[in-house]
């Protein structure tokens, strides 16, 4: 591998792994506060990058095909709000009623739920992959020499870092923030402090939804064909980052995704390409075995 | 009284039952309506639909009207087996269609083959699928072929001296014909300077790419689905990768340039048909298809109609439906002109049939060249 | 009781050679509906082990299965020709010995894969042990992909057709009966007790980490004997066939039946196999709007609705209830 080989991977793995980060941002949140780890995130994502292929052409029209970065952010807009009311309803319906019951439970509900966003889209949707219409033009950055890199790549490396400066803000500095951690630490003590817990759970929810929302967006601007069963992989790979970064640890989950997105360009580079989906497997195992808590998670014991 | 009355009406209806049956012929479809595959499957579920509708409205055959009992697979291994089984033993139909990926058709192969229910592929295109016996035929070419085809023509027409293979590794249609242009095309002057792989799901190729790319082939020959083939050409072309991409008959939907948009411009793949071919059964089927489905036919449209056709004119051949009898006569195929070209099975019960050259140009599939097997 | 369990099984296993000679006048349809009814038994009481009885959560289960039936199909598509050759030709006997033997060493290698699986995650608990099974039966998946002597992604063809009634039901019957008497035995209370409680049961000097991984090498090997016998009634695989779909339908017969409720986890697996089946006539239901038979043909859609109205409504399973009260 020459020298600017080298250098063009790893831009490569930093833009792929900028969409791990900003999935796994979402699932780490949810875990955060709830503990339990929201398996139909993937899905709302590929929800996300839906609500992108009904509406573009509308907003555009409404545009009059002008004003590209204005359209762009309506259409954004539109799908995490879509997201944020999707993810509430999951959390009332399927989640709330079983808030008390073994975390098993809730865990094979999400999976339900998930199946049920799988399916439902292609019944809805089809199951024919669709082109998602152009919503920013990609174009090459210049002055590179040789190294590639596009708009988009920087685009979205750009939000990413921006929704988890955001993010970090919202969890440390705000009043809902300090309920957030509060319910993360003890649920029954914050409630007896004052603290609503279905307020801060379903503010997480939309939180974390609309996140999932806006990388639904940015993959499909990125990658312009979507499908029903798009969020399965990034979905559990953006939750094997969320892990390797120490889950429910917002700094930890870009990392996370930084780095699997890197590991996993570099398989997909070498001559074992074809064990590349096992790559993601393979790295939470190792994780889990040697630190169960990640990168930057603290160790915890459970008490009797 | 009532009972006499009872006791023939019983027996006219016992009387009747066969009568009644004997006016329909039972031909049964598997075919992929959810999960992945399903886009395909649709397709062609749509044209066999338009097969049997055709065929009765002229008539049927034998003087009796077909009937297609349908059943979905939904893209899964486990389903064609079950599937396949009801359709011989409850439905008991003459002989089944379906189905288009090589995969599920070698599940539901040894089934049809012991029962001895004549089966007919569309497009599985897997030497191994009629290797399980006498009974099991298809409409298309092989992979071995196809392979073959595109080999030819990256050496002799782009002059290609060095190729890249880009594979699916999940898709058994794209390892085989992989390897059959791998053969070929080390054979006959050419190296490969480099293979890697992708899974179907993927959207990220960039990795694999920026690796082709430093290995600087003539030519980039990707085997895979439509789907993921416009991604992949979007960040090749980004990436600088100028070369020409070449592919197969899963290249073949309106899709890949709504997905690939310029970038997918100027690459050639093969294919069972041209949607130019001028001759007038086949624009009017196309122009048909459109009208009714809203969505042009691809070439998973023209296998279907054709296996359903080349089906039901040899029960006609054959003046029966039994067994033995069919199976010759579907063996006997020759010269059938179907929508996907002339259709003549060989002794393999493999369609000897030409590949047709297509290049993308705007939004259209051009034909470039036919090549004889 | 113990004598009864006995003589049911026996009489179950003489049933099934009994209805398996009877399988040529049978109607194909059913028969293959029959075989796959027992191979989801053998699988969802195998899974019930691990799941419910020990109170893990295995997402890998699939991927045993796919050990073992490749394993097996390997054995008699490779070496069974040469191995019926040497005992005098294809006879009832040689095959019925062949056939044992390679389904004997599906099981095996799938307990070789549940022990390679089990024994890493026992530090792990509840949801990260479920997706770190998920992502090993990935992995075998993976693996298999790229094993050219099983045929990669293109599958193994050729397998034959050995399966019948008679060791379907017969080896259906036999899992029941030993994971029954397994968990019913002291030593079997174990896998109770690391459910029900495991720092309890640890402080009582029970070896948790022994039993739970006892429960993934037992659960494996009878999954991968349920493997072999798919291989051999469908006759072809495909690395395609074993994804984590595959797994989620033998999840939700644990769950229909019941976690820890064998009879309720057998009465699921015939119920949801042949209601399944039965949902391929619904488009023969006109009556019906057409969105409805649209609707229930896409059995994923189902299941997930199921999966959700169950732990919503009745987490113990639809027989949950019906459970004997145990013997002190």
């Known amino acids: 591998m020459s020298l600017s080989d080298f250098f063009q991977q790893i831009i490569n793995g930093l833009s792929l792994g900028a969409f791990y980060a900003l999935i796994a941002l979402g699932y780490t949140m949810v875990y955060g506060v709830l503990r339990f780890i929201n398996f139909a995130h993937g899905d709302v994502f590929m929800i996300g990058a839906y609500c992108g292929y009904y509406i573009t052409d509308r907003v555009q029209a409404v545009f009059g095909g002008k004003l590209m970065w204005a359209s762009a952010l309506v259409v954004l807009l539109f799908a995490m709000a879509v997201c944020a009311i999707l993810g509430v309803v999951i959390e009332r319906l399927a989640y709330r009623p079983l808030r008390n019951r073994p975390k098993l439970a809730v865990l094979i509900t999400a999976i339900g739920v998930s199946l049920f966003l799988e399916y439902g889209g292609q019944f809805f949707f089809g199951a024919i992959p669709r082109a998602f219409p152009e919503l920013i033009p990609d174009l090459p950055v210049g002055g590179l020499g040789t190294l590639v890199i596009t708009t988009n790549q920087v685009l979205v ?148 | 009284m009532k009972k006499t009355l009872f006791t023939t009406f019983a027996a ?115 030497p191994k699928v009629t290797e399980v016996g006498d009974y099991i035929f298809r409409v298309c070419f092989i992979d071995p072929f196809q392979g073959t085809v595109l080999s030819k023509f990256a050496l002799e027409t782009l002059k290609a001296k060095k190729a890249a293979v880009f594979t699916d590794i999940k ?86 340039v709504a997905i690939g948009g310029s970038a997918v411009d100027g690459s050639y793949f093969t294919d069972h048909f041209s949607a130019e071919n001028p001759d007038p059964k086949v624009q009017a089927l196309l122009k048909r298809y459109k009208e009714k489905f809203g969505k042009d036919a691809g070439s998973a449209a023209a296998l279907g109609y054709d296996a359903a056709m080349v089906l039901f004119d040899s029960i006609k051949r054959a003046g029966t439906t039994d067994e033995p009898k069919l199976r010759d006569a579907i063996a006997s195929t020759k010269g059938y002109q179907g929508i996907s070209g002339v259709i003549t099975l060989d002794e393999k019960r493999n369609a000897n049939k030409p590949a047709v050259i297509l290049q993308v140009k705007g939004k259209d599939f051009k034909y470039v060249t036919t090549v004889n097997p | ?85 040497a005992l005098g030709g294809s006879s009832w006997w040689s095959e019925a010995l062949l056939f044992s033997g390679a389904l004997v060493v599906g099981g095996i290698g799938a307990a070789i894969a549940g022990l390679v699986v089990g024994i890493p995650s026992l530090r792990l608990r509840g949801d990260y042990l479920a997706i770190i099974t998920l992502g090993f039966g990935e992995i075998i998946r993976v693996l298999i992909q790229n094993t050219d002597a099983v045929g990669g992604p293109r599958g193994l063809t050729g397998i034959p057709g050995y399966t019948n009634l008679f060791w379907t039901f017969a080896i259906a019957a036999i899992t029941i009966y ?111 709007p057409q969105f409805v038979r649209d609707l229930t043909k896409n059995r994923m859609i189902l299941f997930s609705l199921v999966l959700i109205a169950l732990m919503l409504l009745r987490p113990q399973g639809l027989f949950g209830g019906f459970r004997k009260p145990k013997r002190t």
């Open chain 1, 157 to 304: 490396f750009g939000v990413t870092v921006a929704l988890l400066v955001a993010l970090n803000y919202i969890v440390k500095h705000t009043k809902m923030g300090l309920a957030m951690r509060a319910v993360s630490q003890n649920a029954t003590a914050a409630q007896l402090m004052g603290v609503n817990i279905d307020t801060v759970i379903s503010f997480t929810f939309a939180l974390g939804s609309a996140l999932a929302g806006a990388a639904g967006i940015l993959f499909a601007v990125s990658y312009p064909s979507i499908n029903p069963l798009m969020g399965i992989l990034p979905g559990i790979k953006a939750f094997v980052a969320a892990v390797l970064g120490g889950i429910g640890h917002l700094p930890g989950a870009a990392v996370g995704g930084i780095i699997l997105g890197i590991v996993e360009t570099f398989v997909g580079a070498s001559d074992y390409s074809t064990y590349r989906d096992a790559i993601a497997f393979a790295v939470l195992i190792l994780i889990l075995l040697f630190k169960p808590a990640g990168i930057f998670g603290k160790a915890t014991v459970e008490k009797v």
């Open chain 2, 12 to 126: 006219a209806l016992g009387l009747a039952a066969p009568l009644l049956l004997a006016q329909e012929i039972v031909v049964g479809e598997i075919v992929s309506m959810t999960g992945d595959k399903a886009g395909f499957g649709t397709e062609i579920h749509n044209a066999t639909m338009m097969a049997v509708d055709d065929t009765n409205a002229a008539g049927g055959v034998l003087g009796k009207k077909i009937k297609l009992v349908s059943e979905d697979t939904q893209s899964k291994p486990g389903e064609p087996a079950a599937a396949v089984q009801k359709l011989i033993s409850r439905d008991k139909v003459v002989a089944i269609l379906g189905e288009y990926t090589s995969s599920l058709t070698l599940e539901a192969a040894p089934i049809c083959q012991s029962a001895k229910v004549p089966l007919i592929s569309p497009g599985a295109t897997n």
């Open chain 3, 178 to 288: 030993s994971i029954s008497s397994l968990v019913d035995s002291t030593y079997g209370r174990g896998f109770l007790t690391v459910r029900d409680d495991e720092i309890a049961a640890s402080s009582m000097g029970i070896n948790t980490t022994r039993y739970k991984v006892v429960a993934f090498v037992i659960g494996a090997f009878f999954a991968g004997v349920a493997g072999g016998l798919y291989a051999h009634s469908t006759r072809y695989l495909t690395p395609e066939g074993f994804t984590f779909q595959k797994t989620v339908e033998i999840v939700i017969i644990v769950i229909l039946g019941g976690m820890g409720n064998n009879a309720g986890v057998t009465v699921a697996a015939i119920l949801l196999t042949v209601l399944l089946e039965a949902l391929r006539s619904v488009s023969d239901f006109t009556w019906l």
């Open chain 2, 171 to 256: 898709q058994d249609y794209s390892i085989g014909l992989a390897d059959f242009f791998k053969a070929h095309f080390a054979k006959n002057g050419g190296t490969i300077v480099v293979e890697k792989s992708y899974s179907s799901g993927d959207a990220d190729f960039k990795a694999q790419l920026t690796a082709i790319k430093s290995a600087n082939p003539d030519v980039i020959m990707i085997p895979g689905y439509y789907s993921q083939i416009g991604l992949i050409a979007k960040q090749a072309r980004a990436l600088g990768i100028t070369v020409p991409l070449i592919g197969g008959d899963a290249w073949s939907d309106s899709q890949l």
């Open chain 3, 1 to 85: 009781m113990p004598m009864k369990t006995r003589l049911l099984l026996i009489a179950v296993i003489v049933a099934s050679g009994l209805l398996s000679s009877f399988t040529a006048s049978m109607n194909s349809y059913y028969v293959q509906i029959l075989t796959f009814i027992g191979i989801n038994i053998i699988l969802g009481v195998s899974l019930n082990l691990i799941n419910g009885h020990t109170g893990q959560f295995s997402l890998g289960h699939a991927g045993f299965m796919a050990v073992g039936g490749y394993s097996a199909a390997f054995l008699t598509t490779t070496y069974g020709p040469s191995f019926l050759a």
